[in-house]
């Protein structure tokens, strides 16, 4: 009897079923990591990145950063500053500090002693009525403070007024400095010096020290 003409049909579909089971048979047997997945995900649809939304290099690849490094966190901003403390408040406590004309007179009425600076020479032309003679260049001024110190009796905090001749003179505030290394911290430097006093028609006293 002739084959019936569906047989080459019935056939591949059996040899089809037959590698079909196959595949189940050995997919079961397979690790779980290499099962076949046979349908998708309705909840999980696959998706490819567009070229504009595929990652580029990890971060830190390049610059030597770990790419487990945790991101850097932005410093955080600066805490409320403390208000500077203004330059009068300052200076008035440092032991060393200007005065004024006025400021010099107001010490000199209230018995406060004066340093001159400057050199017996000019001390001796005149000077601050009462001065005592300290000139910071000469090889005698550890002697005449000596004196000076065992005549006054000055303590650590009790004001001390120095000058020179103002201006551009800066033995009043060598002299300070060398007071202040002896542990005096009350130490009031006269501004514009004798050439102010005199300006200013105060007690003056001539003659050497």
């Not at 303590?155 to 000058?163: H, L, N, R, S, T």
Request: charged content about 20%; hydrophobic content about 40%; proline content about 12%.
């Amino acid at each position: 009897m002739a084959p019936s003409p569906r047989s080459p049909a019935l056939h591949f579909l059996a040899l089809a079923g037959l590698a079909a089971a196959a595949a189940l048979i050995a997919n079961a047997l397979a690790s779980p990591a290499r099962h076949l997945a046979w349908r998708r995900s309705a909840a999980a649809p696959l998706a490819f990145p567009s070229p504009t939304e595929r990652p580029g290099p990890q971060a830190g690849a390049d610059s030597g950063q770990s790419v487990l490094a945790p991101p850097a966190r932005p410093a955080p901003p600066p805490g409320p500053s403390r208000p500077a403390a203004r330059a009068e408040e300052v200076a008035a406590s440092s032991p060393i500090r200007e005065i004024s004309s006025g400021e010099a007179w107001e010490a000199f009425k209230s018995g406060v002693p004066f340093l001159d600076a400057r050199r017996r020479a000019e001390f001796a032309e005149g000077h601050v009525a009462g001065a005592w003679c300290a000139p910071v260049w000469e090889s005698d001024l550890d002697e005449r403070l000596l004196s000076f110190k065992a005549a006054r009796r000055p303590g650590p905090e009790d004001a001390i007024v120095i000058y020179c001749s103002g201006g551009e003179c800066r033995d009043s505030h060598l002299l300070a400095a060398r007071l202040l290394d002896e542990g005096y911290g009350h130490l009031l430097i006269y501004r514009d010096g004798f050439p102010d006093w005199l300006g200013q028609k105060r007690p003056v006293e001539t003659g050497q020290p």
